[in-house]
C-alpha cells in the first residue's frame, strides 16, 4: 500500500525539483532527518505529559530546554540531528538512544551474517555490495565482541528447578591457543523442561571429558537453580555418569539406545550386519526388562561366539540402558535416542562449517551462542502427547513433579 498517492508523488518531486538518482536519496536523507527529530520531539511530549506550548495541561516542574547536537550514522549516511533535552535530564530517547551513533543497522547485519557462518571476510564483502561501506576484517570481530556481556550473562541466567529430561553431549573443534592448534569440546546441555519444551541450558568449551570437568557443568546447573532431573540421557561420554550420580544421585541414567546399538555394529562384518539387526531389534523393543534380558541372551547364543565385543558391550552397559524399559512407548521415544541434541549439533555444523580453526574459545563460545539464538526461534512446539508423558512421569517419579 503506497504511504502518498501518484499526484502527492509528483507534487513532493516538483516542489524539491528532484531530477536524479542523487536527488532522491538527497531528499530522502533530509526527509528522514525531519521525521527522526519529529519522532523525538514526539518522545519528549510523551515524557513531559503535554505538548510544545500547551502550557495549561502542563502538570510537571520539567520542561524543554533547547537542543543538543548529535551526530549520527544512518543508512543514508552520516547525518547532524538536533535532539531535544529537558531541564531536569530525564529524558531518554528510544529511537535514537543516548550513547547510540550508529543507527544504521549495518551492526545488527554484521551480528546476522555472522550468527549465519559467513567468515569475516565474506561479512567484509557483503556489506560493501549492500551499504558501500569498506569495514575491515577487524572490525566485524570487534562488532561481534559486543554480544560477549550477552552470551555470559545467557549462560549464568536462572534456569527451572526441575527438568524432565536433559540431552548431553558435545561437539569438536579446533582452537588457536599462543600459536598452538588444539582440540576443543564445544559441551552441551539441553533439557526438556515439565512443559514438554526444548532449551538450550549451556555450553561449555573445554579440553577433555572427565568425571571432574561434569561434574563442574552438573554444578553450575545447580547453581543456577536446577534442583532435579527425572531422567539424563547420555550418549557414555566420559566420567559422566560418575558426574550425575555425585550431583544429581535420584536421577535415572539413560544410554542412548542408537549409539548403543552403533557401538555394537562396528564389531560385526557386513555380510552378518543386516541379521545382526534384526535380532537386536528384539532386544530394545522388548516389553520390559526381563524380556529384553531374555532376547539379549538369545543373540548371545547365536551371535557371542562371533561377536564377543559385540555382546559384552550389552552386558556392561546393563545398569544404563535398562532404565528404558521400564517406560511407555510415549517415553521411550523421548529417550531412545539423542538426535535431539545431535540435530543441534548439525546445525552447530552448519554454521561453523567455513571455520577449520577458531581463533580463541570465546570467538567459538559466541557463534554458538548466535546459532542457538536462531534454534530458540523454531522451537515453539513442545514434545506431542506430552499430556500422556507428563502424567507417566508423575507416576514413576511420585512427590517430585
Known sequence: MSLLSKAQLKEFIKE???TSVAGIQSTLKELFKDVLEEMLQAELDTTLGYEKYDVKNKQTDNSR???SKKTIKTEFGEMEIDVPRDRNGEFEPKIVPKNKT???GIEDKIISLYARGMSTRDIQDQ???LYGIDISPELVSKITDRIIPEVKEWQSRPLEKIYSFIFMDAIHYKVREEGRILNRAAYVVLGVNIEGYKEVLGI???ENESSRFWLGVL??????GVEDVLVFCVDGLTGMKEAIQAAYPKSEIQRCIIHQLRNSFKYVSYKHLKEFTKDFKNVYNALNEEVAKEKLKEVEQKWGSQYPYAIKSWENNWDVISPFFKF???IRKIMYTTNIIESLHRQFRKVTKTKTIFPTDLSLEKMLYLSVKNIDKKWTQRYRNWDMVINQLMIIYPGRI
Not at 554444578?219 to 543456577?224: A, E, F, V
Open 127 to 129: 556489506i560493501k555490495d
Open 204 to 206: 561449555w568449551i573445554g
Open 16 to 18: 524539491n525539483n528532484i
Open 65 to 67: 530546554n533547547g537542543f
Open 219 to 224: 554444578n553450575d546447573l545447580k547453581g543456577r
Open 328 to 330: 511407555p512407548d510415549e
Open 102 to 104: 550508529d543507527i544504521s
